[in-house]
């Protein structure tokens, strides 16, 4: 689910090659049941959870902040969560999955508008600035990943990336068509909503 890179996009993914439960009994459609609305609702919670890497308790407060914005809920919330730091590293295409981004992040290889940031959860504003520190810049990762980024990966619509200076920057929000995961945020509104 979004967790290995780019090994997921490519049809050897395991989740799209095997859709049912492991063991002997698991690709049994005859015992199958019927998924309820409540179940498809946790279900797609679940899944916008583990792609973004949040713990409940975190997604909750995103949610209770999407809320209170003005505009749809859950696109509101995707944004919330695109906007995250390990996720716009991710995005800018310093790190392969949402998970290395972090990790990345956690050790302090970045800042944001000149002020180291070690805090994944941090939520980037329009006009902010993500650069790799001057000291990680000299590391083989990031001397190798300079040269993986000439051309190999497209940049989204709401960022800006400069490749010369290890920099990227929030050029405005993302918007639902920015987001390219296959969420049904309306489900995840109406499980908060029950």
Request: glycine fraction near 6%.
């Amino acid at each position: 689910m979004f967790l290995k890179g780019d090994r997921c996009v490519s049809p050897k993914c395991a989740i799209e090659k095997r859709n049912f439960p492991p063991g002997d009994h698991g690709n049994k459609a005859t015992f199958r049941r019927k998924i309820s609305d409540y179940g498809m609702q946790m279900r797609e919670k679940q899944k916008a959870r583990r792609v973004y890497g949040v713990m409940e308790r975190q997604f909750q407060r995103y949610f209770r902040e999407a809320s209170r914005r003005k505009g749809m809920t859950g696109v509101t919330l995707l944004a919330i969560l695109e906007s995250r730091l390990d996720n716009v590293v991710y995005r800018l295409g310093f790190a392969d999955s949402r998970a290395q981004a972090r990790q990345l992040v956690q050790h302090g290889h970045f800042q944001v508008n000149g002020h180291k940031t070690d805090i994944p959860s941090f939520l980037v504003n329009v006009g902010d600035v993500i650069a790799v520190r001057d000291n990680s810049r000299n590391s083989t990762y990031f001397k190798d990943r300079s040269q993986i980024m000439q051309g190999s990966r497209r940049t989204p619509a709401w960022l800006s990336l400069s490749v010369v200076n290890m920099s990227g920057s929030m050029v405005n929000q993302p918007t639902r068509e920015d987001i390219e995961i296959p969420l049904n945020e309306q489900l995840i509104v109406e499980y908060y909503s029950r």
